[in-house]
């Protein structure tokens, strides 16, 4: 059986036990409130959660100004929960009643303390209709970098933005087309990327498209044949040969030792391939072929070498045809000439022979020569 003072100390036992259990504990909070977007008209909660003894009463702050002394009751009005959140049914815009956007912290206060919340906004979401930038046709050369342009319409929370080609979204793991701000980089470009591109921008309030622009991915000129180097003789004809490719199909033009070449004399063929006739010494030089279109250049020389009608007598002779033999009977003082074809030979050969008497050597001299017509 317990004494009396045995009983005494358990009484003061249980007494400071109890003080103990209910000493008062400020105010903490547990869940921070975080910034949320919503959509106008639709509801949202701005969560916030406090612990302490005794339980504290939550209030809220509206721009640093208690919730109900700005915004006061009605049927807008936000409630709090009763684990500390403030809800709204609706959220409200301001064009036809007070605004919910702002910055809102959450208040918990009990007999121990006060305790605040770090701040968090309530945005209303929006995205205009009209676009900052919109895409625009581009031309690009293959293997070079085509850049589409875009600038989404202003909203918030910010639009995502999403590229569609012929209608179909761009893979993100394709290497050859990258995103940075919105811009569509296409790099190197190939054949296969010509289409129609769009620009997306979507965010909780909706998608908006811009217009269509068109890639156009073109091939660079490229020689399928180039001119080679020609020799001929005068008066015969030459040929210089080029033929391009490219996308568009380029335009190919002649010149001559870099400078046009003069009316007249040239003849530039469907197939581009130049034709001199009647060739003379002054045509000799370097001649180039040019293929040129929207997206590039290229150039290809060659020479045209022109060679004296004959160079020797034994050219005569010899190259240009075989001489028959022939009797001819020199008249002293007389000069005699034999027009003929040559075999071989394209135009007509005069020969002219003459036989003179040299007084200072009393011997006979002959000379032998020759033009053509």
Known sequence: MMDQTGLLKLLGFLLCGTRAQTEDIAPSIVHQPSDVVAKLGDPATLSCRVDGSPKPTIEWLRNGQPLGTEMGAGPGQPLVLSEGSLFFLRVGGGKRGQSHEGVYACVARNSAGVAISRNASLFIAVLKDEF???PSDVEAAEGEAAVLNCEPPLGHP????LWKKDGIPINNTDPHYTKLSGKLIVEPAEKSHSGSYVCEARNIMGVRQSRPARLSVLAKPAFVLRPENVSVRTGESAHFHCQAKGDPPPAVAWSRDRSPLPNGRY???PD???QLHYVTAQDAGQYTCTAANHVGVVRATATLQVQGQFNSLYELFFQCFVLDLMLLEILQ?????????PN??????ILLLVSLNCSTNQESARRMTFRSQ
């Open 158 to 161: 910010e639009p995502n933005v």
């Open 333 to 341: 003082h007389q000069t005699e000439s034999i027009s003929f074809y």
């Open 272 to 274: 581009q391939t130049l």
């Open 132 to 134: 900052r930038a919109e």
């Open 344 to 349: 071989g030979c394209r135009q007509p050969v």
């Open 267 to 269: 003849l530039i063929n």
